[in-house]
């Protein structure tokens, strides 16, 4: 079965050649590491990863991504986060895009938690012509401002990183209650990398049982073709207290899937949005 893993951000053990521009949230110690994240694919048959920029890390710093990117073509998608106040920012996509090294934009809010902004709109427009998707970071309460721009762009393929944050505790239901009433923008797309998310996410540690349900309903909003698993790499820092491999299982076997559903989750969604080149048949 194809298996591509749509959510790891990597860190580099230089930072004097790579310095944290923000407030530093590291990993512990070697587990956020291309060379971790490589060992973490071999053993788990994954055939291929989108290395999504840590922007609570680096800033809008994409050196490090870029970098990986290039040393790693044939399994790594890169994904981009660009400072939508930044004039210079969709000229700067547009380079990354016809250099190779990026194959989409993790579009983050202007400041005041504004998405439906000029700045980002811009950085849309530019992916659109370029052919890269769209990831979004944001929470269930921008989904006026989402709905907007879903309207403005209807064929840009967009993906909600963990699903607007969905995770376990109070917020679970409006969250759940705000994909119900965008699931039906068909181009877009629900990450499925929350399982785990949170302080809340994962309580019951794994196979995290009390969040299957709440999985099995973003499939049955969206459908399993615009759905696609991310493992939140490094799960030490992101999807405590579950392994790489754990998390992997749980959608590999843990899951109450049909055998179609899961190989469009696992590995056939992903494959559509960020990786067309790739034989179907891995």
Not at 39 to 59: C, L, M, P, W
Not at 225 to 245: D, I, K, M, N, Q
């Amino acid at each position: 079965m194809l298996i591509i893993d749509t959510h790891a951000h990597v860190f580099s053990p230089d930072e004097s050649a790579y310095p944290p521009k923000l407030q530093p949230s590291r990993p512990p110690e070697g587990s956020g590491t291309m060379e971790r994240l490589t060992d973490e694919v071999e053993r788990h048959d994954v055939r291929a990863v989108t290395a999504v920029q840590v922007s609570g890390f680096y800033g809008f710093d994409n050196r490090y991504v870029r970098a990986v990117a290039r040393q790693n073509p044939h399994w790594i998608a890169a994904i981009c986060t660009l400072d939508p106040l930044d004039e210079a920012a969709p000229a700067l996509l547009r380079k990354f895009a016809r250099e190779g090294t990026m194959r989409g934009l993790r579009s983050v809010p202007a400041p005041g938690n504004r998405l439906d902004h000029p700045g980002v709109r811009a950085l849309w427009r530019a992916a659109g012509d370029e052919g890269l998707p769209v990831n979004v970071l944001g929470r269930y309460g921008l989904e006026g401002q989402l709905a907007n721009l879903l309207r403005e762009f209807p064929s840009l393929p967009i993906v909600m990183d963990h699903s607007l944050g969905l995770q376990a505790g109070p917020e679970r239901e409006r969250t759940l209650e705000t994909l119900e009433r965008l699931c039906g923008h068909r181009h877009l797309y629900a990450k499925l990398s929350f399982i785990a998310n949170g302080t809340a996410g994962c309580a019951d540690r794994y196979p995290c049982e009390e969040m299957h349900d709440t999985v099995l309903r973003v499939v049955g909003l969206f459908g399993a073709e615009r759905c696609a698993w991310g493992s939140h790499f490094p799960t030490e820092r992101y999807a405590r207290p579950l392994t790489y491999g754990q998390h992997l299982k749980i959608y590999r076997s843990g899951l109450d899937l049909s055998d179609r559903d899961r190989r469009l989750i696992l590995g056939e969604t992903a494959r559509r949005i960020w990786f067309p080149e790739m034989d179907r048949r891995l």
